[in-house]
């Protein structure tokens, strides 16, 4: 969710990694006035940062690298937003993994 102050427009992009056989796959991105779509087309393989912790813990997802692609631009009118990712054309049983969706207005 977001929420918007006034009318802005915001430059989207996703934070992820995907595998070579997934690429091709459509992203689609909705809630805004107008819904995006990109297709995904490089590959990332991430690679593990190693911890500098001394103690392990139990329950805990490695850090790893991500990239970044842009997803388009979205108009948002002030309220609050739900925004949606979706996928179609899906190559292969998965899409991508998803670290995060940045908005940074313009």
Do not use: C
Not at 8 to 36: D, F, Q
Not at 48 to 72: D, Y
């Amino acid at each position: 969710n977001i929420e918007v102050a006034e009318a802005s427009e915001w430059e989207v992009s996703l934070r992820y990694s995907a595998k070579p056989e997934n690429l091709g796959a459509v992203l689609h991105l909705t809630g805004a006035e107008e819904p995006i779509q990109a297709e995904l087309t490089t590959p990332f393989e991430p690679e593990l940062i190693p911890n500098s912790e001394q103690l392990p813990r139990k329950v805990e997802a490695f850090e790893v690298t991500w990239t970044e692609m842009p997803l388009g631009e979205i108009q948002l009118p002030p309220g609050r937003h739900r925004l949606t990712l979706q996928a179609s054309n899906i190559q292969g049983d998965e899409v991508a993994w998803v670290r995060a969706l940045i908005l940074k207005r313009k």
